[in-house]
């Protein structure tokens, strides 16, 4: 029953996700999954429904809501993100522009909230780390960053938040059981 409704998780988050093919000049520097990391709790947890998401920096010279709805519209076909709620869930998904080097327990750790530059054009150049965080620990991680993007609502820009949204959730961790799935 566990891997039934754990399958049709995966299967409605790619549907939300899109099938997007990465991006030309797209590249994805690191992923990484921690050993807690557990597939089947994103949907059960939240019955269904999406992820609290945080958008924090802006790589582009626009009010940073533009940035937070672009996110929106390519990661959930345009339901709006209440960032108010994604600060304090339990879990959520964590969206740092311009924060490259920050990375692992540092941005999901609540008390000390992460300082992200709005850093404005960057001469089309977005870098991004999603990272997916249960609690104040990271789950599972994704660098990347893309050149040549004119601004959020750039299809580049779209297909590469859809591209890291399935990279941030892997269908399998191997340091789970034999079969993929917690006992």
């Known amino acids: 029953m566990n891997r039934k409704r754990y399958l049709l998780a995966a299967g409605a988050l790619l549907l939300a996700a899109g099938a997007a093919i990465p991006p030309a000049g797209a590249q994805t520097r690191r992923e990484q999954m921690w050993s807690s990391y557990d597939p089947t709790e994103v949907n059960g947890a939240q019955g269904g429904r999406r992820l609290p998401t945080l958008v924090a920096g802006n790589p582009f010279a626009v009010p940073q809501q533009e940035v ?3 996110v929106a519209r390519a990661m959930t076909g345009g339901q709006p993100m209440d960032q108010s709620v994604a600060v304090k869930a339990p879990m959520r998904v964590m969206m740092l522009f311009n924060a490259t080097t920050v990375t692992g327990y540092r941005i999901c750790d609540r008390s000390k909230p992460v300082a992200v530059a709005d850093l404005g054009p960057r001469g089309g150049s977005v870098d991004l780390v999603a990272t997916y965080c249960r609690g104040d620990s990271p789950q599972t991680q994704v660098v990347a960053s893309l050149n040549g993007v004119s601004g959020p609502d750039d299809p580049r820009f779209a297909d590469m938040i859809k591209q890291v949204t399935l990279s941030l959730f892997p269908f399998r961790n191997p ?9």
Request: negative net charge; aromatic residues 8%; charged residues 35%.
């Open 68 to 70: 937070v709805d672009a």
């Open 175 to 183: 340091d789970l059981n034999g079969d993929n799935f917690p006992d």
